[in-house]
């Protein structure tokens, strides 16, 4: 079994940023796709980005230009660097993985397409 371990979130006010953490120890972690999902009560998992296991990243609408998601394969973690936040970014975020190839990963944007999920990491964001 994967395990997906997520840090980083908290609570910032709107301008500010944060850096999500997931951790994947014990895993083949340079050969997989990943991601950031997150979600709102209510709402359906939304993917943030994904990158693929060159380090060809993809971005959501929403987030290009204020996120940056990157991963060290070293030390097996995944990162969202995030700028710019406001109130709209708040929501539980999740990390995915997939093992897959460059192609399957670019178009990789459905939660259904992942296998593991890490549990989230709150982010809060007030005005």
């Known amino acids: 079994q994967v395990q997906l371990v997520e840090s980083g979130g908290g609570s910032v006010q709107a301008g500010g940023s944060l850096r999500l953490s997931c951790a994947a120890p014990?895993?083949?972690?340079?050969?997989?796709?990943m991601a950031w999902f997150r979600q709102t009560p209510g709402k359906e998992r939304e993917r943030v980005a994904n990158?693929?296991?060159?380090?060809?990243?993809q971005y959501a609408d929403s987030v290009k230009g204020r996120f940056t998601i990157s991963r060290d394969n070293a030390k097996k973690t995944l990162y969202l660097e995030m700028n710019s936040l406001s109130p709209e970014d708040t929501a539980m975020y999740y990390c995915?993985?997939?093992?897959?190839?460059?192609?399957?990963?670019?178009?990789?944007?459905?939660?259904?397409?992942?296998?593991?999920w890490g549990q989230g990491t709150q982010v809060t964001v007030s005005s």
């Open positions: 995915a993985t997939v093992p897959s190839t460059p192609e399957y990963c670019a178009m990789a944007y459905n939660e259904g397409q992942y296998r593991y």
């Open positions: 014990g895993y083949t972690f340079n050969i997989h796709c």
């Open positions: 990158i693929d296991s060159d380090g060809r990243t």
